[in-house]
């Protein structure tokens, strides 16, 4: 929805539903590999380690996922905001809050190969100071994997439209739009 310089892009609640619903088949299958111990002929995958830590892998990202989709998915205030401010991001489990378009270099685009037969797109906004951004976490758990997005990415801000009522093309259409509108004015037309 936009008004007045102001463009609101909402949560998805059926991709946040069905992020959920996968949520909860990773907490079950886990349960059950902890539960049930099941035996398989192939050696690999009857290793007890590669068991245990597929078994409590699936279960914590499982407990993860239905923790923070189902908080997104009752959140009322809306995934992204774009102004003449800059970007209020809310989408993911590392929102940001305001980030002001004097504070950003440059929008980019960032695919990465999640699976075999999947990849996932991220908007990238590069920080002319990341390090203000990373030193103002105070979850140290945020704090390492901002570090490590930093050191992989170059920023340790990535935007996806997982949960948000858009797709990845036109997310990033607009905030280059906003960004070349803006940035140079820093929020003043």
């Known amino acids: ?107 980019s685009e960032r695919t990465i190969q999640a699976s075999i037969a999947s990849k996932q797109h991220f908007v990238t906004i590069a920080l002319l100071d990341p390090d203000k951004y990373i030193s103002a976490e105070t979850n140290l758990l945020k704090k390492k994997i901002l570090k490590a997005n930093a050191k992989s990415y170059g920023t340790p801000i990535n935007i996806s439209t997982n949960g948000l009522k858009t797709n990845h093309k036109d997310l990033l259409n607009l905030v280059n739009d906003y960004f070349e509108k803006y940035k140079q004015t820093g929020g003043k037309e």
């Open 1 to 107: 929805m936009t008004t007045d310089n102001k463009t609101n892009i909402p949560f998805s609640k059926t991709k946040l539903t069905k992020l959920l619903f996968f949520s909860i088949l990773f907490l079950a299958g886990g349960l059950w590999m902890i539960i049930t111990n099941p035996q398989t002929s192939n050696p690999v995958f009857n290793n007890p380690v590669i068991k245990a830590i597929a078994a409590y892998g699936a279960t914590i990202m499982g407990l993860l996922g239905i923790y923070f989709f189902a908080g997104k998915l009752f959140n009322k205030a809306p995934g992204l905001i774009l102004s003449e401010e800059g970007i209020y991001d809310n989408s993911g489990a590392l929102s940001f809050g305001l980030i002001p378009w004097s504070d950003i270099s440059q929008i």
